[in-house]
C-alpha cells in the first residue's frame, strides 16, 4: 500500500497571500496524483489531476507540481473560499486508492 | 451535468446490516467505474470500494473486506453498498464517487455525492 503524507497538518495564511501544500508517496506514482479540496459539511471537490492539470471550473490561482514521490499545491492570491481542507490522493497504484491526511488551511 | 444522491444510512446497532445507495444521472452510468470513500467523524478520507463497469470485478479495502458488498444496476443507474456485521468504527458519512474517465487503470474521482451518515452505537 501506498502511503500519502500530507504537510503541514494546519496551514495560517492570510488573505491575500499564497500557500503552498505538500504530499509526498512512499513510493512513486508518477504523476498520478489527484488534489481535492473540502469545506466544512460538503463532498470533496477534484480541484487537480495528473498532478498538474487543473479540473473543469478551477481558478487558474490553483495550480500543482511535481512528479514521483514530492507533490505541492500551491494558491495564490487567497480568497476567503479558499480556506478549507485539502487532501492528496494517489491512483497509481490500486487498490487501495490512498489518501493523505489532509492540509487544513485557515485564516491568519 | 453530473448527479449523484446516496441514501440509506441511519442508527444502527454494532453487528446489524444496512444498504445504501447511489442514485447516478447526467453521464452514461453503465460505462464508468464508480467508487464508495468514507469519512468518519473528524478524520479524512477511506477508500473503501469500487465496481467496474459491468458489475463483474470488485474491489474492497481490508477494513471491510468479506463484511461490505458493493453492486450495481445499470438498467436504474444505481450503486449500492450492504454493509454487515457494522462495528462503531464503521461511523462514518459514506461518499459514492465515479471515476473520472471510462478507460485505463489510472482514474481519479471526478464527481461525488454529498454523502450519508452511517452511524453505528449501541
Known amino acids: 500500500e501506498i502511503v500519502m503524507t500530507q504537510s503541514p497538518a494546519t496551514l495560517s495564511v492570510s488573505p491575500g497571500e499564497s500557500a503552498t501544500l505538500s504530499c509526498r508517496a512512499s513510493q512513486s506514482v508518477g504523476s498520478n496524483l489527484a488534489w481535492y479540496q473540502q469545506k466544512g459539511g460538503q463532498a470533496p471537490r477534484l480541484l487537480i489531476y495528473g498532478a498538474s492539470t487543473r479540473a473543469t471550473g478551477i481558478p487558474a490561482r490553483f495550480s500543482g507540481s511535481g512528479s514521483g514521490t514530492e507533490f505541492t499545491l500551491t494558491i495564490s492570491s487567497l480568497q476567503s473560499e479558499d480556506f478549507a481542507v485539502y487532501y492528496c490522493?494517489?491512483?497509481?497504484?490500486?487498490?487501495?486508492?490512498?489518501f493523505g491526511q489532509g492540509t487544513k488551511l485557515e485564516v491568519k | 451535468q453530473v448527479q449523484l444522491v446516496e441514501s440509506g444510512g441511519g442508527l444502527v446497532k454494532p453487528g446489524e446490516s444496512l444498504t445504501l445507495s447511489c442514485s447516478a444521472s447526467g453521464f452514461i452510468f453503465s460505462d464508468y467505474y464508480m467508487n464508495w470513500i468514507r469519512q468518519a467523524p473528524g478524520k479524512g478520507l477511506e477508500w473503501i470500494s469500487s465496481?467496474?463497469?459491468?458489475?463483474?470485478?470488485?474491489f474492497y479495502a481490508d477494513s471491510v473486506k468479506g463484511r461490505f458488498t458493493i453492486s450495481r444496476d445499470n438498467v436504474k443507474n444505481s450503486l449500492y453498498l450492504l454493509l454487515s456485521s457494522l462495528t462503531v468504527e464503521d461511523t462514518a458519512v459514506y461518499y459514492c464517487a465515479k471515476d473520472a474517465k471510462n478507460w485505463g487503470d489510472y482514474n481519479w474521482f471526478d464527481s461525488w455525492g454529498q454523502g450519508t451518515l452511517v452511524s453505528v452505537s449501541a
Open positions: 465496481i467496474s463497469s459491468g458489475g463483474s470485478t470488485t
Open positions: 490522493q494517489q491512483y497509481y497504484n490500486w487498490p487501495p486508492y490512498t
